[in-house]
């Protein structure tokens, strides 16, 4: 099973600033990772995949990046509606499908 | 617009059992990988089992393999989770989830308490 390992797990910003989260893989998962944002009482959203195509309807200040084991999820200017918990996840060696542990954003 | 909705979560006993539901509208049911990943409370998301479109393929995690089955009926538009010999730590709000491997569409979730 690959592990995916998430960094920060926690991240205090403040909204404007551009902030990147980092996730790393436990072995190559070559270009098949995602990236999912999730608030309180909601379902995740899908926001990246392949490492680094936005998914549809998600703006264009939110990037990935990386390849093998290191990925990176860009958010270049912080909007109050982005404070949350963003997950990694791999899908190239599965089953099983496997998530990081997640990063917080909260407001500083 | 696509939507996907759990039910049949609740309060179950340790060694018990539950059946979840999705029922799915606004695309077409037959045609489309469905999975359940679940989220503990305050932690986060563990992937749990997917099933192909025709059913002849279905995958489960380690932690769930031997007690979940995953079934799906495309003349109802449903899927479902058969959840037997429960635990504790299967205590979670459980999701269906379109596609694979990555999750475009989700549902509100289904709370599932195992507890005595």
């Known amino acids: 099973e690959i592990v995916m390992t998430q960094s920060p797990a926690t991240l205090s910003v403040s909204p404007g600033e551009r902030v990147t989260l980092s996730c790393r893989a436990s072995?190559?998962?070559?270009?098949?990772l995602a990236w999912y944002q999730q608030k309180p009482g909601q379902a995740p959203r899908l926001l990246i995949y392949g490492p680094s195509t936005r998914a549809t309807g998600i703006p264009a200040r939110f990037s990935g990046s990386g390849s093998g084991t290191e990925f990176t999820l860009t958010i270049s200017s912080l909007q109050s509606e982005d404070f949350a918990v963003y997950y990694c996840q791999q899908y190239n060696n599965w089953p099983p499908i496997t998530f990081g542990q997640g990063t917080r954003l909260e407001i500083k | 617009e696509v939507q996907l909705v759990e039910s049949g979560g609740g309060l179950v006993q340790p060694g018990g059992s539950l059946r979840l539901s999705c029922a799915a509208s606004g695309f077409t049911f037959s045609s489309y990988d469905m999975n359940w990943v679940r989220q503990a409370p305050g932690k986060g998301l563990e992937w749990v089992s997917y099933?192909?479109?025709?059913?002849?393929?279905?995958f489960y995690a380690d932690s769930v393999k031997g007690r979940f089955t995953i079934s799906r009926d495309n003349a109802k538009d449903s899927l479902y989770l058969q959840m037997n010999s429960l635990r504790a730590e299967d205590t979670a709000v459980y999701y269906c989830a379109r596609d694979g491997p990555t999750y475009r569409h989700w549902g509100q979730g289904a709370l599932v308490t195992v507890s005595s």
């Open positions: 099933i192909t479109s025709g059913s002849s393929t279905t």
């Open positions: 072995q190559s998962v070559s270009n098949n």
